[in-house]
């Protein structure tokens, strides 16, 4: 599996720097994807905020039980 995310990380690195090189003045929708494009691309296992889906940013990881603060009504 390591190999497939090495792989998928070497094709979006390309594909970063390609649609920058060739788009010249990026705005509007175009930078909002870049950002989002190279947070993924920056992080690590061990990272902090990390980008869990593309389509919801502010997704958290819930792996590890309740996210703390939110409270469920048993009606």
């Known amino acids: 599996m390591l190999r497939e ?3 998928l990380r070497t094709w979006l690195g390309r594909v970063i720097r390609d649609v920058q090189r060739k788009a010249g003045e ?3 929708t175009l930078k909002t994807c ?3 494009a190279q947070r993924l691309h920056a992080q690590q ?3 902090k ?3 869990y889906a593309l389509h919801a940013p502010e ?3 819930i792996a590890l039980g309740l996210v703390p603060g939110r409270r469920t009504s048993s009606a």
């Open 5 to 7: 995310v090495k792989k």
């Open 26 to 28: 990026i705005t509007g």
């Open 34 to 36: 870049i950002e989002t």
């Open 45 to 47: 296992r061990d990272s």
């Open 49 to 51: 905020n990390k980008l």
């Open 59 to 61: 997704v958290e990881c």
